[in-house]
Nanobody
Framework: VQLQASGGGLVQPGGSLRLSCEAS????????IAWFRQAPGKEREGVSC????????YHVDSVKGRFTIYRDKSKNTVILQMNSLKPEDTAVYYC????????????????????WGEGTQVTVSS
């Protein structure tokens, strides 16, 4: 049972990246999934999440209108589409889940995630 994050890379400001969180050993559709990020010298922060119950989504203010989170059920994957990237988006991005809670929102990021994927580096620089 594990999560695997991928899709990071180097992109210029204003560019786009698509991160994937793929599950193995369990069905991702049954669980809420969150993306976190941690920039050098900063605390880890929750960025976006998608609920298991109704696929409702939540984004922190700093990424609203630029990031989209959705499920690719055929691939047992959650996608974080990141557009209009800024240098301040530079961080290691992680996907995670707290399988005990079904509805995402700002509170979801503060639950104790019981499963984490390895991070993927996103660098936004010219």
């Amino acid at each position: 049972v594990q999560l695997q994050a991928s899709g990071g890379g180097l992109v210029q400001p204003g560019g786009s990246l698509r991160l994937s969180c793929e599950a193995s050993g369990f069905t991702l559709n049954y669980y809420s999934i969150a993306w976190f990020r941690q920039a050098p010298g900063k605390e880890r922060e929750g960025v976006s999440c998608i609920s298991s119950s109704d696929s409702s989504t939540y984004h922190v203010d700093s990424v609203k209108g630029r990031f989209t989170i959705y499920r690719d059920k055929s691939k047992n994957t959650v996608i974080l589409q990141m557009n209009s990237l800024k240098p301040e988006d530079t961080a290691v991005y992680y996907c995670a889940t707290d399988r005990a809670h079904t509805l995402c929102g700002s509170a979801y990021f503060h639950y104790a995630m019981d499963l984490w994927g390895e991070g993927t580096q996103v660098t936004v620089s010219s």
